[in-house]
């Protein structure tokens, strides 16, 4: 297999094709989980020019994560069958090397075309296996029934409010109550109901959070943002690769998880 690196303005060369069947988006994730839990890339329907990004630096497939074998604890994914696209999120805490893996594939003709991972570790943004784990675990992520199911662009447009408020206060974000976010290893759901909250602070500065890339879920309310998050990495002012997955239940937040990667320990905080 020949593994072809190309990117194009920092995106990925690869682009999802036209809509596809959801049996073969959910085979594919379980097959996503079999090819990292045995290291093996291989056991997944690649295409020949399959292009991968790991916290966002191109590299040769053999040689990123997925080609390590990992104690998988948790899963949980997102279908998009209208960009042909999934999500996954795994916790591997009981790993000898602890890690949180939040990957995107996307699909032409039954291959994936592109895999973009993001691998935190110790030393990322309140990195915290164990408990990321024990939390993602209590949440319920059930299907939505059909009727009550919102659109496409509420859900995008929640996901994107919360992201704009982050240095615009007067953005109103639909909250749920409750709403859990969990950051890394720390979480806001464990307190009452009414007391849940996924309420940000208004970062100081004027910048814009760019390069959000998306997979959403209707059945689950669910939205994937790979997005470039700046300021929080004193060392890299123009943004640090990050994730927002959350989900929407009746046009409100419900649930936030954020990974966000670290070039220096702890971002440099």
Not at 82 to 94: D, G, R, V
Not at 174 to 179: F, K, N, R, V
């Amino acid at each position: 297999m020949i593994y072809l690196l190309l990117l194009v303005g920092g995106g990925l060369v690869a682009q999802a094709s036209a809509a596809c069947s959801r049996a073969m988006l959910e085979e594919a994730t379980a097959a996503y989980v079999r090819a990292q839990a045995a290291g093996q890339p291989s056991l997944l329907p690649l295409a020949q020019t399959v292009t991968y990004l790991e916290n966002d630096v191109s590299m040769d497939l053999a040689k990123g994560v997925l080609a390590q074998p990992v104690t998988i604890d948790f899963n949980r994914s997102l279908h998009d069958t209208t960009q042909c696209a999934t999500f996954t999120e795994l916790s591997a805490a009981t790993n000898k090397h602890p890690y949180v893996i939040d990957t995107r594939l996307l699909f032409t003709d039954g291959k994936i075309t592109a895999i973009e991972s993001l691998v935190a570790d110790a030393g990322d943004w309140v990195f915290n296996a164990a408990n990321q784990l024990s939390w993602t675990k209590k949440e319920k992520w059930d299907v939505i029934p059909e009727g009550k199911r919102d659109s496409r662009a509420v859900i995008q447009a929640a996901g994107d409010a919360y992201l704009d408020s982050w240095t615009n206060g007067s953005v109103k974000v639909p909250y749920g109550t409750p709403c859990a976010r969990l950051e890394g290893g720390s979480y806001t759901g464990d307190k009452s109901p009414s007391a849940n909250t996924c309420k940000m602070p208004v970062f100081p500065g004027n910048f814009k959070i760019v390069k959000r890339r998306y997979v959403i879920d209707e059945e689950v309310g669910g939205l994937d943002i790979f997005n470039d998050f700046p300021f929080i990495d004193t060392t890299k002012p123009n943004g640090t690769s990050s994730m927002n997955f959350i989900r929407v239940e009746g046009g409100m937040i419900r649930y936030i998880h954020e990974t966000t990667i670290c070039a220096t320990k702890n971002c440099g905080r």
